[in-house]
């Protein structure tokens, strides 16, 4: 055989695995530190045990008042080594901690409805005995009330009238960012005694507005022209009665011949020019023209109509009904 070719078949394999052989005996082999000779079995001593933080005493004891009775279902508590012990008295206050280290101990006694009772002990020194604190735990204040219901009296001009479907708006008074007041907005029905349910203690203005009205946009029916928004205090005295300041603008256009004048444009504004105007009205086929729940105060009234017009102030009474074309 050529020798170059034996070398590589045969013999530098064979060389490879004596040497892997060789190094895996000298580690088998070798002695570590605390270890028995090679075929020999270590002594027990010569194992290194971890420290668990145990200790190898017990700590009995008896929880009870100040009148020496005992205490049972309280929870005791100590901490040795970062490892909580705990226990819980039996029918006869007594209680027991195990594996604790010798020497002194914090223990912490709860007792349902009582102030944390906190003692040091010495563990190893017999059974202890544990007066518990008899300062109870004083109970969290119940909240104030902070709403009930509102009792309200709707006084509406005539005896007739309906608040059907018009709107009581309720806003609280400071900024949104100082008061915890949530605004409200009711649709009333045909009653005119009137129940707010559930209604926050605070400061409130109160608006009465028309169906579907919105704040600023529309007319107020608790305060004339000009005033400003009813304010009202919750709680207060009740049933808290709700004036209406409203009256009527109504009235037939005629021409000098006493024609009635029909599809007239007509139009009722503030006379102080403060706040929304009323919604523009049209004269029907008997010239006719009218305007309910008008809030009350000074007003002017414009019409137009073939090239024709003219403006008349006027004054609405509560409950009264103000005639535009004199």
């Known amino acids: 055989m050529n020798r170059a070719l034996w070398y590589l078949t045969i013999g530098f394999p064979a060389l490879v695995f004596i040497v892997a052989l060789g190094s895996a005996i000298w580690i088998l082999t070798r002695e570590a530190p605390n270890a028995a000779p090679f075929g020999e079995v270590a ?103 902070t709403s009930s219901d509102l009792e309200l009296e709707l006084l509406l001009p005539q005896p007739e009238d309906s608040p059907e479907n018009m709107v009581l708006v309720f806003d609280p008074v400071g900024a949104p960012q100082t008061t915890h007041l949530t605004p409200r907005r009711i649709t009333l029905g045909e009653m005119t005694r009137i129940t707010v349910k559930d209604l926050q203690h605070g400061t409130w203005t109160l608006r009465l507005l028309p169906p579907g009205g919105t704040v600023g946009l529309d007319w107020d029916f608790l305060q004339p022209l000009g005033e400003s928004p009813l304010r009202l205090t919750h709680p207060g005295p009740e049933p808290l009665p709700l004036i209406t300041h409203t009256g009527t603008i109504a009235g037939i256009l005629r021409n000098a011949d006493g024609e009635a004048i029909a599809g007239a444009l007509v139009l009722a504004l503030p006379a102080n020019g403060q706040g929304p105007n009323l919604p523009p009205a049209e004269t029907d086929a008997e010239g006719r023209v009218r305007w309910d729940h008008v809030p009350a105060g000074n007003w002017l009234v414009r019409w137009r109509a073939r090239g024709a017009g003219a403006e008349t102030p006027l004054t609405v009474q509560r409950g009264g009904t103000a005639n535009p074309f004199p």
């Open 43 to 145: 002594p027990f001593e010569a194992l290194e045990t971890p420290d668990l933080g145990l200790g190898d005493t017990d700590l009995s004891g008896i929880v009870a008042d100040a009148s020496g009775q005992p205490i049972p279902a309280a929870t005791v508590i100590t901490t040795q080594s970062d490892r909580v012990r705990r226990d819980t008295t039996d029918q006869e206050g007594r209680f027991l901690l195990p594996q604790l280290m010798p020497g002194e101990a914090e223990l912490t006694v709860l007792v349902l409805h009582r102030l944390p009772t906190k003692v040091t002990v010495k563990v190893g020194a017999g059974v202890q005995e544990i007066t518990v604190s008899n300062e109870l735990v004083t109970p969290p204040e119940q909240p104030a009330l």
